[in-house]
């Protein structure tokens, strides 16, 4: 098939999404308040509690919405990757997914440029709340904000895989918000998105272990440590399969053909 083809595809995907972005102001915005309340409102009563030692990447101590930052950036991400998967969802049954699903371009490469799309989406919202949390003393260095770029992008594929799997397999919609709580709360508060997790051991030993095999946890600190040019390998490897296992689990997941349907209203 040309090249051209598939180009075409991508780029169609790619400015719907943003159009739809543009349109709909009020998700911009709540996507930037939800991270703002902890930098500011949370962090300040959590300040004197949760004192941060020195631990990579970080060279000194540091304040709590320093550490916090980079889980805000994910937290971003892991919302709008879950969000967006409902729009996938209209999408295939009465949108523009449903038509493009009719051309000879394969179905994976379709969901792929869907994925990249909202990737795109949540690195402006991110980038929009890193220049508001400069202004309020998060200050990464400036070189970090360049290297954090191939990190934002791989933990937005992979929550927008999660999001993609899942919503593959809910078949009501009326279903669908809850679902994505049970997925999104534990998955951002059993992390080190708020607290590092030798804090977490020191409560609990369980909810540690818990934590370390979150793999939003390893998406965090792979994003924490870009943020300061540094790489964690091991962060790298399992976000990165992880991201291989969902994104090959959505692609199977995906059938063109089952309706979503609403659930059946009560006498």
Known sequence: MNLNVYLHAFTGVVKREFWRFIQQRSRFLSALVRPLLWLVVFAAGFRAALGVAIIPPYATYITYETYIAPGLCCMILLFNG?????????????????????????????????????????LVQVYAFLAI?????????????????????????????????????????????????FVIFPMFFLSSALYPLWKMRESSEW????????????????????????????ALAITLGTTLVFATLAVISFNPERTVRAAPAKA
């Not at 879950?82 to 969802?89: F, G, I, N, Y």
């Not at 994976?108 to 440029?113: A, F, P």
Request: aromatic residues 10%; hydrophobic residues 55%.
């Open 207 to 234: 909810l540690y272990w818990i934590c370390q095999y979150n793999p939003f946890t390893h998406a965090v600190e792979l994003v924490r440590f870009a943020l300061y040019q540094q790489l964690n390998l091991q």
């Open 82 to 122: 879950m969000q967006s998967s409902l729009s996938m969802v209209y999408d295939r049954e009465m949108g523009s997914m449903k038509v493009l699903l009719m051309s000879p371009v394969p179905r994976s490469w379709l969901l792929i440029s869907k994925l990249l799309a909202i990737a795109l989406i949540s």
């Open 133 to 181: 949390a400069w202004l309020a003393g998060v200050e990464p260095p400036a070189l970090g904000l360049i290297t954090a770029l191939p990190a934002l992008v791989l933990v937005a594929l992979l929550l927008g895989s999660i999001g993609l799997f899942l919503s593959a397999r809910i078949r009501q919609l009326e279903n669908f918000a809850g679902v994505m709580n």
